[in-house]
């Protein structure tokens, strides 16, 4: 898996995959449910907690009290310090989260792997309706009411496929989102990467070989996604884990710049042929001298 350069992974994203990991009856990365459950008593020390009645410490207490204390009470400078033991529990916090997304990243497979099974299932009415009966997205009931039965059954169960999908699609979105492993912004076509209104193409995520598109292929308006599903699903469907989708993209990467390579030899080789053609005919050519002579004579 290719990683991206990524902001500091935020607790409400964590939180949000952990449930979204639940919701599907998957297992949560453990990394983030601990360090969520050690968030939580981090989140203990932010704010300055009473002190107890002094008189009724034990004696083992009174050290660890007046460590507390001086913490909360002083600043390096010996001035107060109103944040208490905020600043040590949001160094602690930020070093966690960045330890909790490190060790979340080779879990992710793990998790794509785990709802491939219900993905298969629910993507074999769009197989059929793509490969079967030719359906695109701009496909109508009016086309298909004079079709045959199985036609039209295959048109009924497509709906519900599609709408069966976009929750899975969102679950790739958020691991995009929350752990900016690839497709990102930073993979999109560099004409488009500093334009807000351009989304990411997910269609890399859900392709089985190169029917897929970081630009404007196989995508379309009608579904939460963006995702044009039967288009993709013409030449098939997978649920590509982000191991397998960092690869896909590194590979057209190299193709298209070989192809990019190989194009400007080839401009190049087409420039100096004709240099050369341009040169031979110069010194073909009769000089001026020559011609000057043969008119004299």
């Keep these: 898996m290719r990683r991206m350069t990524a902001p500091q992974l935020q607790v409400g994203g964590a939180m949000e995959f952990v449930e979204i990991c639940r919701s599907f009856d998957v297992e949560p990365p453990a990394a983030l449910v601990r360090g969520l459950e050690l968030l939580d008593i981090a989140d203990e020390f932010r704010d300055d907690r ?6 009724d410490l034990a004696p083992e207490e009174v050290g660890p009290l007046i460590t507390d204390l001086s913490i909360r009470r002083h600043a390096g400078s010996g001035a107060l310090n109103p944040d208490g033991l905020a600043t040590g529990a949001s160094a602690f916090a930020e070093k966690l989260l960045a330890e909790m997304r490190e060790a979340t ?3 992710l497979d793990r998790i794509v792997s785990d709802l491939r099974p219900r993905f298969d299932e629910l993507a074999k009415p769009l197989l059929v309706a793509a490969q079967e009966h030719g359906f695109t997205s701009a496909t109508t009931s009016d086309d298909v009411i004079t079709q045959s039965p199985a036609a039209i059954e295959a048109w009924r169960a497509l709906r519900h496929a599609e709408a069966a999908l976009e929750p899975i699609a969102d679950v790739w979105r958020s691991m995009t989102t929350i752990f900016a492993v690839e497709p990102t912004r930073s993979t999109l076509p560099t004409a488009h990467q500093h334009n807000s209104q351009h989304s990411v193409n997910f269609s890399v995520c859900f392709a089985a070989g190169e029917n897929w598109s970081l630009d404007e292929g196989f995508v379309t308006s009608q579904y ?3 995702l044009d599903w039967l288009a993709i699903a013409a030449r098939g469907l997978r649920l590509n884990s982000p ?5 896909k993209i590194a590979t057209r990467d190299r193709q298209q710049r070989a192809a990019a390579v190989a194009a400007a030899e080839a401009n190049r080789a087409d420039r100096d042929a004709e240099n050369a053609a341009f040169a031979a005919a110069l010194d073909a050519a009769p000089s001026a001298a020559a011609i000057a002579r043969v008119g004299r004579g």
Aim: hydrophobic residues 30%; negative net charge; aromatic residues 0%.
């Design 50 to 55: 009473p002190l107890p009645r002094l008189l």
């Design 105 to 107: 990243l080779p879990e």
């Design 224 to 226: 939460r996604s963006h």
């Design 243 to 247: 191991t397998e989708v960092g690869e």
